[in-house]
T-cell receptor, first 117, second 116 residues
Framework: GAVVSQHPSRVICKSGTSVKIECRSL??????MFWYRQFPKQSLMLMAT?????????EQGVEKDKFLINHASLTLSTLTVTSAHPEDSSFYIC?????????????FGPGTRLTVL | AQSVAQPEDQVNVAEGNPLTVKCTYS??????LFWYVQYPNRGLQFLLK??????LVKGSYGFEAEFNKSQTSFHLKKPSALVSDSALYFC??????????????FGTGTRLLVSP
């Protein structure tokens, strides 16, 4: 139980384009989803938190207009990197917590490697 | 404010020997403590957690951790290491004072290398 998927696992795009990453909770309802960014050999940096049906809460220093987050249902959240640039290249990981998986525990997706050329 | 310290960047241990990965924390309120493992180019896998109850917590793959309130520590342990345990381990903390969702603060990670 408590499985979280992410799609795509890897994406390469040109500078200036937008990229959408999906995060799904497969066997539980995710009342809250989190988006993290991880740089090579570093820890996870929380970007934003989203609750189903409401606006995301962004961490300080994260551009809301650049990293658009939508949490339209209890099983799906999306992160859209708009007008991507090479400095946005990173490993993006989502996590989810909810009634089925335990509200006190975050379960993580496998991550998405974004490379912006 | 919450914080987590993992003092060792890397831990080396021979297969079959016991392993310990250290973690200390600082929170206001009661701590909620977690251990996650990350394999290369993968997300984090949940290993175990301490919320309340017994100080010794048993988790996946034979791992366990002991909550020590006086030392504010939550070290990860395993009696007999396997080569397949080699990975990056993260300790994370949240607080009982967090309202709504549980925001985790992660340590910097400890790379565990188990040699055959």
């Amino acid at each position: 139980g408590a499985v979280v998927s992410q799609h795509p696992s890897r994406v390469i795009c040109k500078s200036g384009t937008s990229v959408k990453i999906e995060c799904r909770s497969l066997d539980f309802q995710a009342t809250t989803m989190f988006w993290y960014r991880q740089f090579p050999k570093q820890s996870l940096m929380l970007m934003a938190t989203s609750n189903e049906g409401s606006k995301a809460t962004y961490e300080q220093g994260v551009e809301k207009d650049k990293f658009l987050i939508n949490h339209a249902s209890l099983t799906l959240s999306t992160l859209t990197v708009t007008s991507a640039h090479p400095e946005d290249s990173s490993f993006y990981i989502c996590s989810a917590s909810g009634t089925g998986g335990g509200a006190d525990t975050q379960y993580f997706g496998p991550g998405t490697r974004l490379t912006v050329l | 404010a919450q914080s987590v310290a993992q003092p060792e960047d890397q831990v080396n241990v021979a297969e079959g020997n016991p392993l310990t990965v250290k973690c200390t924390y600082s929170v206001s309120g009661n701590p909620y403590l977690f251990w996650y493992v990350q394999y290369p180019n993968r997300g984090l896998q949940f290993l175990l957690k301490y919320i309340t109850g017994d100080n010794l917590v048993k988790g996946s793959y034979g791992f366990e951790a002991e909550f020590n309130k006086s030392q504010t520590s939550f070290h990860l342990k395993k009696p007999s290491a396997l080569v397949s345990d080699s990975a990056l381990y993260f300790c994370a903390v949240s607080s009982s004072l967090n309202t709504g969702f549980q925001k985790l603060v992660f340590g910097t990670g400890t790379r565990l290398l188990v040699s055959p």
